[in-house]
């Protein structure tokens, strides 16, 4: 009986799952108009960059080095990630932290024309501190920094499939 009960519960789950319309996030579909792309105002061997870079070449973009007349242009106007302080202990130090990326940027086709405003993405992470292990804290640190930037670049993403 706890058997059947527990395969019947089983396939409620199942089936509701599969009607809420979950599915998992598979690759951007990025508009032909933009399968080649020039990135401008950020480093694209570093942080955001290289993020970007790797997340446009898996999504069938080709991302090129110099200017072509043929390619969309992206710009990425601001990029940056703050810290900031998220709760204080008894002893008034700083025990946890907020990392907050916030990157902006303009797409403009290979004829120039501007193809949505300025955008906008965000991603946060929060970081505990412990004084006692600030050697691992800065690796910590820097894994936040990293899943921003990925977070960001998905955004980003998101945001140049759904374009016209």
């Given at each position: 009986?706890?058997?059947?009960?527990?395969?019947?519960?089983?396939?409620?789950?199942?089936?509701?799952?599969?009607?809420?319309?979950?599915?998992?996030?598979?690759?951007?579909?990025?508009?032909?108009?933009?399968?080649?792309i020039y990135v401008q105002g950020v480093d694209l061997n570093t942080?955001?960059?290289?993020?970007?870079?790797?997340?446009?070449?898996?999504?069938?973009?080709?991302?090129?080095?110099?200017?072509?007349?043929?390619?969309?242009?992206?710009?990425?106007?601001?990029?940056?990630?703050?810290?900031?302080?998220?709760?204080?202990?008894?002893?008034?130090?700083?025990?946890?932290?907020?990392?907050?990326?916030?990157?902006?940027?303009?797409?403009?086709?290979?004829?120039?024309?501007?193809?949505?405003?300025?955008?906008?993405?965000?991603?946060?992470?929060?970081?505990?501190?412990?004084q006692d292990q600030v050697l691992g804290k800065v690796e910590e640190a820097q894994l936040l920094?990293?899943?921003?930037?990925?977070?960001?670049?998905?955004?980003?993403?998101?945001?140049?499939?759904?374009?016209?």
């Amino acid at each position: 009986m706890k058997r059947l009960l527990s395969q019947v519960m089983l396939s409620f789950m199942l089936v509701a799952l599969a009607s809420c319309g979950f599915h998992l996030r598979g690759a951007a579909d990025i508009p032909d108009f933009l399968k080649t792309i020039y990135v401008q105002g950020v480093d694209l061997n570093t942080g955001l960059g290289r993020e970007l870079k790797l997340g446009l070449t898996r999504n069938g973009v080709n991302v090129v080095t110099d200017y072509q007349d043929d390619a969309a242009v992206l710009t990425v106007t601001e990029n940056s990630i703050e810290r900031r302080v998220l709760s204080v202990g008894s002893d008034a130090k700083v025990s946890e932290y907020e990392l907050f990326g916030t990157a902006k940027f303009t797409i403009v086709d290979s004829q120039g024309k501007a193809l949505a405003e300025q955008q906008e993405v965000h991603a946060v992470r929060d970081l505990q501190f412990d004084q006692d292990q600030v050697l691992g804290k800065v690796e910590e640190a820097q894994l936040l920094r990293e899943q921003i930037n990925q977070q960001m670049v998905q955004s980003i993403l998101r945001r140049l499939s759904v374009l016209k």
